[in-house]
């Protein structure tokens, strides 16, 4: 895999100088050392601008650095997991617009979100470090910016991974359900057990060190890319009948419920499928401090996790809409649409063969999505932001934010509860939340960015004088999602239906809204007091000057 050009030659100026060629020992330089040549800085030399470039930002080296480029890319791309986010919500898309939200949404979608990712990349390279973008606010814009940043992306990480999480459960209660359909159910309390046994299994796979959570992150992107081919194959040659092309691309359908003189609205209720899934790919810039030559492979990985998310997921999708054996069967089976295609469209023993893919994949996102929001939320307390910052900034010796990882995966499982009561409307609504939250927080670091202008000074990749059309369309696009996912999913949900039921109500306002006036309530009451947004270490300044005036640290 290639990497993108840079749109701009000027060096990391985020990088602090190291010793000059021929500088005596203990002397600090004044210009920066000649830029290596790319593929051959030693790892001594790499570990130590890392370290130094962290402790400028304020924070001493506490994480360990395991991860490379691939590995920062692979988190990305799994936590996006075209096998878990476009399969478990396909039905969203199928019921709210029919294939032409499904592949031209997608494109649509992925479009943008490359753009999205461009725009946050920039800024990560500049400042690699676990906070990403609350840090990010709060350098460009100061601490209420952070404050709510914060926040919001704190939700959406908790929201995206909950929602991972219930979605792997209703595959793997399909699968559970094949091998043992006289023991295991597929009502929503059977799926909500496997959804609290997922949790428990991938909160205890982060207890482990980040070296063998890198290693499975790698394992994953090359489960992902080589399970869509499979499935791609066998659902090109199993099935007997095919879906037409125009079937595919240009067929809609309105199972919503609202009027079809609102389709365009119906579509855009459909793109949360897109939207849904190519989210989370922040986890880049989460792990940034466990990444080795972090101001350009943070911001690479970012871009590259989006741009091949785009191209998998939108061979998946055409190859499961082509194999649609009946519209009307798909609509009913709701929730479990895919399963249903590749049931009909094959039969039971190839479907059990890509639900095995699928789930497995599935458990690769959901981890990696528990391993981003922890660092966020580690990151967060370690800046006293959180109540009970104290026990949640604690590190174990394996180097793991071990009371994070636990409090991020007890308040997902807790925020599917509802799905008890409606799953498919508590799993979309849960999705919803993600995405609002994650993009509220992508926006507004970007949007300091724009106003920051030439000011900013950037990392090792950069968009040069592209960004301002970049970065503007990127915050228009997330403006467009996030009041469009606010509204309802349902006209039973809407307020004064005549069929009105709470348990169609999208309850993503009021969970979201209820979040801004908490933490907006308590800045404005109390935080705006002390709270100053990222603390800078007592030990940072002392320790930067050590590694600025070398020798080298050994490791």
């Known amino acids: 895999m290639s990497s993108p050009p840079s749109y701009s030659s000027r060096p990391p100026a985020a990088y602090p100088p190291g010793p000059a060629s021929g500088a005596p020992s203990g002397s600090a330089s004044t210009t920066a050392p000649p830029r290596p040549v790319p593929g051959y800085l030693p790892d001594r030399e790499t570990a130590r601008r890392d370290e130094a470039l962290l402790l400028r930002l304020g924070y001493s080296q506490v994480l360990t650095r395991e991860m490379g480029g691939f590995s920062n890319f692979a988190i990305s791309f799994t936590i996006i997991s075209v096998l878990a986010g476009c399969l478990t919500s396909y039905y969203l898309a199928f019921n709210n617009g029919g294939p032409v939200a499904i592949t031209w949404g997608w494109l649509l979608v992925g479009g943008f979100c490359i753009l999205v990712a461009m725009a946050m990349a920039e800024v990560a390279s500049s400042m690699p470090t676990a906070g990403a973008l609350y840090f990010w606010a ?66 205890g796979l982060n207890l482990l060190g980040v070296n063998v959570l890198a290693q499975l992150n790698t394992l994953s992107a090359w489960w992902h890319m080589s399970g869509v081919g499979l499935i791609v194959v066998i659902l090109l040659v199993v099935p007997t009948e095919h879906q037409s092309v125009a079937f595919v691309f240009t067929e809609t359908i309105n199972n919503s419920g609202f009027s079809d003189n609102a389709f365009w609205f119906v579509f855009g209720l459909g793109l949360l499928m897109s939207q849904y899934t190519v989210t989370g790919y922040d986890a880049s810039a989460h792990m940034s401090e466990e990444t080795r030559s972090a101001s350009r492979a943070t911001a690479l990985g970012m871009i590259w996790a989006v741009v091949a998310s785009v191209v998998f997921g939108f061979i998946l999708l055409v190859a499961v809409t082509f194999a649609v054996p009946d519209v009307q069967g798909v609509l009913d089976a709701g929730g479990n649409a895919v399963i249903y295609i590749w049931t009909e469209a094959t039969n039971e023993a190839w479907a059990e063969f890509m639900l095995i893919i699928a789930v497995i994949a599935q458990l690769f996102c959901g981890t990696a999505s528990l391993t981003s929001a922890s660092r966020m939320m580690f990151a967060f307390s370690r800046d006293k932001a959180v109540p009970g910052s104290r026990l949640w900034r604690r590190v174990a010796r394996n180097r793991v934010p071990v009371n994070s990882v636990i409090a991020i995966a007890v308040t997902a499982w807790a925020l599917m509860i509802p799905t008890l009561a409606n799953g498919v409307v508590g799993y979309a609504v849960g999705t919803s939340i993600a995405v609002i939250g994650l993009y509220i927080a992508f926006a507004l670091p970007i949007i300091l ?12 990749w950069s968009l040069g004088k592209h960004y301002k059309w970049v970065s503007t369309v990127a915050v228009a696009w997330i403006a467009i999602v996030c009041v469009l996912f606010l509204l309802p999913i349902s006209p039973n949900g809407v307020p004064g239906a005549e069929d009105f039921a709470w348990e169609s109500v999208n309850y993503a306002p009021i969970t979201v809204g209820g979040a801004l006036v908490l933490f907006g309530g308590w800045y404005l009451v109390s935080a705006r007091k002390w709270f100053k947004g990222p603390v800078r270490e007592d030990s940072a300044q002392s320790e930067l000057e050590r590694i600025q005036a070398g020798p080298e640290r050994r490791f």
Do not use: C, H
């Open 138 to 203: 709060s350098k460009l814009g100061g601490p209420a910016w952070g404050w709510f940043t914060g926040w919001f992306n704190l939700i959406g990480g908790i929201a995206v991974t909950a929602a991972i999480q219930y979605g792997s459960a209703i595959f793997m209660t399909a699968l559970l359900n094949l091998w043992f359909p006289a023991l295991v159910g597929t009502d929503t309390t059977a799926i909500f057990i496997t959804f609290t046994a997922i949790v428990a299994l991938q909160l």
């Open 449 to 460: 960015r724009i106003k920051a202008g030439a000011k900013f000074e950037p990392g090792a």
